[in-house]
């Protein structure tokens, strides 16, 4: 499963994170996933949101940001 290493980070990191770059097993199309755990009141990891992201969106997204002076991400 080529998602399953950003899984497994998202489920060890304390916040937002972005994943390497993998080919999707469905789509066959590059993508990245946002994850972000969910924890319980102790603050133990119960489950992991997760959207991924073609990588065509982040040129159209970076391009997006050329057209303002000083924009940056």
Do not use: C, H, W
């Amino acid at each position: 499963r080529p998602y399953q290493p950003a899984f497994d980070e998202g489920m060890r990191t304390d916040g937002l994170l972005l994943s390497d770059v993998f080919i999707g097993p469905i789509t066959g199309v590059a993508l990245s996933t946002f994850t972000y755990p969910v924890k319980d009141d102790n603050g133990t990891v119960v489950g992991l949101l997760s959207l991924p992201v073609q990588g065509a969106y982040f040129d159209r997204f970076l391009e997006g940001l050329r057209r303002y002076a000083g924009g940056t991400v």
